[in-house]
């Protein structure tokens, strides 16, 4: 039965959450001021008129910044917990998060080889 | 924690050393000793044959907090897998000479992918599945794009990175809810739990629909109907070596994954899976040899008669006796020996640029590369199921698995299928022995893919003419499934 109640709750929720947002779309199209105008249509950057259409291509460097940035950042996602029971994991642990933490280097020195540290 | 135990997991270990090896000394080395990557990948594979022999087989001991097991079925799939990544590694040597493309990271990948491949077929929890399945896909999803200049090559690793990702999220997903349902993701939790609602009048929604999706994205992974859309196109544009790896091992992995949660989660008296995977299985049979038929494409081919090898093996599946699944455990050495030996032969016959597998490539090419012609005829007749082949004998205990359960309809209309994929097997060999050669043609034949294509067939006829000891091993494999 308590199954029933979960899916029951869930329901009523998914249902007001549904209904707040229409409630709202449908108040400001309908309430809302409404001045069309050539400017109000252009796509806002920082208040700065637009002097080409944007239609660029990210350099792929970008990629590999954002990837060699997860590689630290998953380390540091693993090292937090690990820090915080260190005590009671004893020599083990100790010595089970130099593995991870070679296996993680391991990958930067891949990539630092490979040379996708250098920008040019 | 005292159940760490690192000798469970040794040929796991070995494959992830040699990989991170592999992966790293690539760039220090160069593009002058690309056949180092490929020696040092073949002694890792070994060296986890050698590995997976001397894990300590227990089929009640759990290792890891129950994640963990080490019994004779995950040791079974642990050493299938290692000598498919020999097979891969020797077959593909070549290949990625002659298209230039980057060793390292192939044979880098394809460690971590056998890795992947037995955490699937050890692992007693959900979520250690779903990483080994991860694992898995990441490094299969890269290399069937990994020739990065051809955009066949790009299509089907995007369309396998999407039908993939879509195939895990509704895995986890079902994972979430059995979750939510009994509390656990372990395999033991789970099926205390199962057995405790099975008294009950009904059975929690939650549990059910949980499993539908675990089950739905297994499909998925497998390439059964209706989830099999994505592998023609997939199995086309892949580099033709990985084709070969795709349509055999991920595929056997994943049944290997599913067996094991089907018949050691699942309580057995729940009857629901069962008549969805009997129409599954039909209909797979029946789509994949029917499509199968119009193909002029020869990777589009076996990739639509990998399809209908999928319902065949869940035939055994649906059947659930003793015949039925060691007949998959059976099945799954005799499909990967026919197919890899195929796909092998046809990366020699493919080309400067992997384009020559249209079947008109292959007119009259059998009295001028015999050596690579009957070969191939031995894989086909083998997967088309012709006696004396270990495809054979495979396809016989599948069906009388079927029949052993009366489920009569079921195994009449899967000899059916099997005649129809006779037609499309042997117009292969009919246009390579039949039909006058287009031109002359440079095919060299490597010596380490020349070696796979002979144990390959001549297996092929020693596991199809006696079968007693393979079949005696897989049925020692799957005991810890039947229930008395």
Same mark, same amino acid.
């Given at each position: 039965?308590?199954?029933?109640? @979960?899916?029951?709750?869930?329901?009523?929720?998914?249902? #007001?959450?549904?209904?707040?947002?229409?409630?709202?779309?449908?108040?400001?199209?309908?309430?809302?001021?409404?001045?069309?105008?050539?400017?109000?249509?252009?796509?806002?950057?920082?208040?700065?008129?637009?002097?080409?259409?944007?239609?660029?291509?990210?350099?792929?460097?970008?990629?590999?910044?954002?990837?060699?940035?997860?590689?630290?950042? +998953?380390?540091?996602?693993?090292?937090?917990?690990?820090?915080?029971?260190?005590?009671?994991?004893?020599?083990?642990?100790?010595?089970?998060?130099?593995?991870?933490?070679?296996?993680?280097?391991?990958?930067?020195?891949?990539?630092?080889?490979?040379?996708?540290?250098?920008?040019? | 924690?005292?159940?760490?135990?690192?000798?469970?997991?040794?040929?796991?270990?070995?494959?992830?050393?040699?990989?991170?090896? !592999?992966?790293?000394?690539?760039?220090?080395?160069?593009?002058?000793?690309?056949?180092?990557?490929?020696? *040092?990948?073949? *002694?890792?594979?070994?060296?986890?044959? $050698?590995?997976?022999?001397?894990?300590?087989?227990?089929?009640?001991?759990?290792?890891?907090?129950?994640?963990?097991?080490?019994?004779?079925?995950?040791?079974?799939?642990?050493?299938?897998?290692?000598?498919?990544? !020999?097979?891969?590694?020797?077959?593909?040597?070549?290949?990625?000479?002659?298209?230039?493309?980057?060793?390292?990271?192939?044979?880098?990948?394809?460690?971590?992918?056998?890795?992947?491949?037995?955490?699937?077929?050890?692992?007693?929890?959900?979520?250690?599945?779903?990483?080994?399945? =991860?694992?898995?896909?990441?490094?299969?999803?890269?290399?069937?794009?990994?020739?990065?200049?051809?955009?066949?090559?790009?299509?089907?690793? +995007?369309?396998?990175?999407?039908?993939?990702?879509?195939?895990?999220?509704?895995?986890?997903?079902?994972?979430?809810?059995?979750?939510?349902?009994?509390?656990?993701?372990?395999?033991?939790?789970?099926?205390?739990?199962?057995?405790?609602?099975?008294?009950?009048?009904?059975?929690?929604?939650?549990?059910?629909?949980?499993?539908?999706?675990? +089950? &739905?994205?297994?499909?998925?992974? &497998?390439?059964?109907?209706?989830?099999?859309?994505?592998?023609?196109?997939?199995? =086309?544009?892949?580099?033709?070596?990985?084709?070969?790896?795709?349509? &055999?091992?991920?595929?056997?992995?994943?049944?290997?994954?599913?067996?094991?949660?089907?018949?050691? &989660?699942?309580?057995?008296?729940?009857?629901?899976?069962?008549?969805?995977?009997?129409?599954?299985?039909?209909?797979?049979?029946?789509?994949?040899?029917?499509?199968?038929?119009?193909?002029?494409?020869?990777? /589009?081919?076996?990739?639509?008669?990998?399809?209908?090898?999928?319902?065949?093996?869940?035939?055994?599946?649906?059947?659930?006796?003793?015949?039925?699944?060691?007949?998959?455990?059976?099945?799954? %050495? #005799?499909?990967?020996?026919?197919?890899?030996?195929?796909?092998?032969? +046809?990366?020699?016959?493919?080309?400067?640029? @992997? /384009?020559?597998?249209?079947?008109?490539?292959?007119?009259?090419?059998?009295?001028?590369?015999?050596?690579?012609?009957?070969?191939?005829?031995?894989?086909?007749?083998?997967?088309?199921?012709?006696?004396?082949?270990?495809?054979?004998?495979?396809?016989?205990?599948?069906?009388?698995?079927? !029949?052993?359960?009366?489920?009569?309809?079921?195994? $009449?209309?899967?000899?059916?299928?099997?005649?129809?994929?006779?037609?499309?097997?042997?117009?292969?060999?009919?246009?390579?022995?039949?039909?006058?050669?287009?031109?002359?043609?440079?095919?060299?034949?490597?010596?380490? #893919?020349?070696?796979? !294509?002979?144990?390959?067939? *001549?297996?092929?006829?020693?596991?199809?003419?006696?079968?007693?000891?393979?079949? =005696?091993?897989?049925?020692?494999? %799957?005991?810890?499934?039947?229930?008395?």
């Amino acid at each position: 039965m308590s199954f029933s109640n @979960d899916i029951l709750t869930l329901m009523l929720f998914l249902a #007001a959450c549904a209904g707040l947002v229409g409630f709202m779309l449908a108040f400001s199209a309908i309430l809302g001021p409404k001045k069309q105008s050539a400017i109000k249509d252009e796509p806002f950057e920082c208040g700065i008129a637009n002097v080409t259409p944007y239609s660029g291509n990210f350099s792929v460097k970008f990629y590999l910044i954002a990837l060699l940035f997860l590689l630290f950042d +998953i380390e540091i996602a693993f090292l937090f917990p690990w820090a915080t029971i260190f005590k009671s994991l004893g020599l083990f642990g100790f010595i089970e998060m130099f593995v991870f933490l070679a296996v993680v280097v391991s990958g930067l020195v891949y990539a630092w080889k490979k040379g996708a540290l250098e920008w040019d | 924690m005292s159940d760490i135990s690192f000798s469970a997991i040794l040929p796991e270990l070995i494959l992830c050393i040699f990989g991170i090896l !592999v992966m790293v000394l690539g760039p220090f080395l160069g593009r002058n000793s690309r056949s180092f990557g490929g020696t *040092l990948a073949l *002694l890792g594979f070994a060296t986890s044959i $050698v590995g997976a022999l001397l894990v300590p087989e227990s089929a009640g001991k759990l290792f890891f907090n129950g994640m963990v097991t080490t019994d004779a079925f995950s040791i079974f799939f642990r050493v299938l897998f290692a000598a498919i990544g !020999v097979v891969m590694t020797l077959g593909s040597l070549n290949y990625l000479h002659r298209l230039k493309l980057p060793t390292f990271e192939y044979f880098a990948l394809l460690l971590f992918a056998s890795a992947g491949m037995n955490f699937m077929v050890l692992s007693t929890d959900l979520l250690l599945t779903f990483i080994g399945l =991860e694992i898995l896909s990441i490094a299969t999803y890269v290399l069937a794009g990994i020739r990065r200049d051809d955009a066949a090559s790009n299509e089907s690793a +995007i369309k396998y990175f999407f039908m993939g990702s879509f195939s895990s999220a509704i895995l986890l997903y079902g994972v979430a809810l059995i979750y939510g349902s009994a509390h656990s993701t372990s395999y033991q939790a789970i099926l205390k739990h199962a057995a405790a609602v099975n008294g009950q009048q009904q059975i929690p929604l939650l549990f059910l629909i949980g499993f539908g999706l675990i +089950i &739905v994205g297994f499909c998925f992974k &497998v390439a059964v109907v209706p989830f099999q859309v994505w592998a023609p196109d997939v199995y =086309e544009g892949a580099p033709t070596p990985i084709t070969g790896f795709l349509s &055999v091992a991920s595929k056997m992995a994943g049944f290997a994954a599913l067996i094991r949660i089907l018949f050691q &989660v699942l309580p057995h008296d729940l009857p629901q899976w069962v008549q969805l995977l009997v129409v599954s299985s039909i209909l797979t049979m029946w789509i994949g040899n029917l499509s199968a038929l119009t193909q002029t494409n020869i990777k /589009r081919m076996l990739a639509y008669s990998s399809i209908a090898h999928a319902g065949y093996i869940l035939i055994g599946i649906v059947a659930a006796n003793q015949t039925g699944i060691t007949a998959i455990l059976y099945y799954a %050495v #005799a499909y990967a020996l026919m197919n890899l030996g195929a796909f092998t032969i +046809i990366t020699i016959l493919s080309g400067r640029d @992997d /384009r020559r597998v249209t079947l008109e490539d292959y007119k009259g090419i059998g009295f001028q590369y015999p050596q690579l012609s009957f070969p191939l005829t031995i894989c086909l007749i083998s997967l088309a199921g012709i006696p004396t082949t270990a495809g054979f004998i495979g396809k016989f205990f599948l069906f009388s698995a079927a !029949v052993e359960e009366k489920m009569y309809l079921l195994a $009449v209309l899967a000899v059916l299928a099997a005649l129809v994929s006779v037609y499309y097997y042997l117009r292969v060999v009919v246009y390579m022995f039949m039909f006058e050669p287009d031109g002359k043609r440079e095919v060299r034949i490597h010596p380490a #893919a020349g070696v796979v !294509v002979l144990v390959c067939c *001549l297996l092929i006829f020693w596991f199809g003419l006696f079968p007693t000891w393979l079949l =005696e091993v897989s049925r020692q494999a %799957v005991i810890l499934f039947l229930h008395p």
